[in-house]
């Protein structure tokens, strides 16, 4: 893995457990508790006190990894913030369309009678993302039309 921590290589302690369907490591059953996520395990193990209100945000990126250096508690708004503003590769997939496309779709899809399909290869996407964007489940910071 080609992640740098403080300026050092630092290799991902990958779990080699069950994944769930978003692709995090669960330990014990597939329940969402607290306990049964492999890198909320270690991290408390590890590091303490982990409220359930927090998050934990993997630096590395590599959401199977569990290496306790590699994440860190923050408030879901705050993962959220970083997931659109630091994660270059869901900046690449996700925001290919600029806020009045995606405004724009969602009127379409209001307004006529095209499908997902139609709609997506006027903008250069496929189906499954205007989907997701008229779900309002991606481009979430876009208001308007939803
Ligand atoms: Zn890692």
Redesign the pocket.
């Known amino acids: 893995?080609g992640?740098k921590l403080n300026g050092k290589r630092?290799?991902?302690?990958?779990w080699l457990g069950c994944l769930n369907k978003k692709g995090y490591g669960m330990c014990g059953r597939k329940t969402h508790l607290d306990e049964n996520y492999a890198h909320r395990y270690m991290y408390k193990k590890y590091k303490g006190r982990l409220s359930y209100k927090k998050e934990l945000d993997?630096?590395?990126?590599?959401k199977r990894?569990?290496?306790p250096?590699?994440?860190e508690s923050v408030t879901s708004e705050e993962n959220c913030r970083r997931k659109w503003n630091n994660n270059p590769h869901i900046a690449k997939v996700l925001r290919k369309l600029t806020d009045n496309q995606v405004r724009k779709i969602r009127r379409l899809r209001e307004t006529t009678k095209l499908s997902y399909r139609d709609i997506g290869r006027k903008f250069g996407v496929n189906a499954g993302s205007v989907y997701q964007i008229i779900l309002g489940r991606s481009y979430m910071h876009v208001e308007g039309s939803l």
């Open positions: 893995m992640f630092s290799v991902c302690w990958l993997h630096l590395c990126l590599i990894c569990i290496r250096l590699h994440l």
